[in-house]
């Protein structure tokens, strides 16, 4: 009988903006960062959207623009902690949302990214 506690990866998705004073590549570079970070601890990116320099709903550190990108992945649940204190390290990250998906929601990503309705267009010009 095996009584070892089984470990289960849990979906989730992240959203963080980036100061606007950088450069569409130097933007790149901080996205990767955080995708790399994620899979050098064993997550699994499924989906990553740049969603580009958009407005912000209010101002952040005087800031009214900044670029967004957008993650989606299955990890283990220590790595959120390591993910998000990365992002209040960097400052370059002006804001940051990790969620854990629910099975609905899940789903819900894997028909928009199949049939491709809600997407951005920045992302669908990748496909």
Same mark, same amino acid.
């Given at each position: 009988?095996?009584?070892?506690?089984k470990v289960f &990866?849990?979906?989730?998705?992240? #959203?963080?903006?980036v100061v606007p004073e950088l450069s569409e590549a130097e933007q790149r570079v901080v996205a990767d960062k955080f995708i790399?970070?994620? &899979? =050098?601890?064993?997550?699994? !990116?499924?989906?990553v959207e740049q969603w580009g320099l958009r407005k912000l709903a209010y101002p952040i550190n005087a %800031?009214?623009? /900044?670029?967004? #990108?957008? !993650?989606?992945? #299955?990890?283990? /649940? =220590?790595?959120?902690? %390591?993910? =998000?204190? =990365?992002?209040g390290y960097d400052e %370059? !990250?002006?804001?940051?949302? #990790? !969620? %854990?998906?629910? &099975?609905?929601?899940?789903?819900y990503n894997q028909k928009r990214r199949e049939h491709g309705f809600g997407m951005r267009k920045e992302s669908e010009a990748k496909k």
């Amino acid at each position: 009988m095996d009584i070892t506690p089984k470990v289960f &990866k849990t979906n989730y998705e992240t #959203t963080f903006i980036v100061v606007p004073e950088l450069s569409e590549a130097e933007q790149r570079v901080v996205a990767d960062k955080f995708i790399n970070l994620i &899979k =050098e601890n064993g997550g699994e !990116v499924t989906n990553v959207e740049q969603w580009g320099l958009r407005k912000l709903a209010y101002p952040i550190n005087a %800031k009214y623009n /900044g670029y967004y #990108t957008y !993650v989606e992945f #299955t990890a283990l /649940g =220590e790595l959120i902690q %390591k993910l =998000e204190r =990365e992002y209040g390290y960097d400052e %370059k !990250v002006l804001r940051f949302l #990790t !969620v %854990k998906l629910d &099975k609905h929601s899940f789903a819900y990503n894997q028909k928009r990214r199949e049939h491709g309705f809600g997407m951005r267009k920045e992302s669908e010009a990748k496909k």
